[in-house]
Nanobody, 116 residues
Framework: QVQLVESGGGAVQPGGSLRLSCAAS????????MSWYRRSAPGKEREFVA?????????TYADSVKGRFIISRDNAKTTVYLQMNSLKPEDTATYYC????????WGQGTQVTVSS
């Protein structure tokens, strides 16, 4: 059974940091490209945030988070991370982990709220 379980979300003040984790199981994680997406409001499309290749050697970021967020992975722990620094109110969203390699899978999401 495939599972992607996000954790690490919460409320933080502008300028703060959070680290999200996505624990994967049920598929060959080490051969899977993984990504983070976010949805800022119900009914809006999920927005791409960051992607990391299967071995971790290649990363891609949305312009809106470049220089502030870092995606990484630990294949031994079958976990992908998103370190979020210098958070802004516009980063408030539900963050989702996704297996990009077909067949694709989504996690259930974790809420991040950036507010003073």
């Amino acid at each position: 059974q495939v599972q992607l379980v996000e954790s690490g979300g919460g409320a933080v003040q502008p300028g703060g940091s959070l680290r999200l984790s996505c624990a994967a199981s049920g598929f060959t994680f080490s051969r899977s490209t993984m990504s983070w997406y976010r949805r800022s409001a119900p009914g809006k499309e999920r927005e791409f945030v960051a992607r990391i290749s299967a071995a971790g050697g290649s990363t891609t970021y949305a312009d809106s988070v470049k220089g502030r967020f870092i995606i990484s992975r630990d294949n031994a722990k079958t976990t992908v991370y998103l370190q979020m620094n210098s958070l802004k109110p516009e980063d408030t969203a539900t963050y989702y982990c996704k297996r990009e390699t077909i067949p694709t899978y989504w996690g259930q999401g974790t809420q991040v709220t950036v507010s003073s």
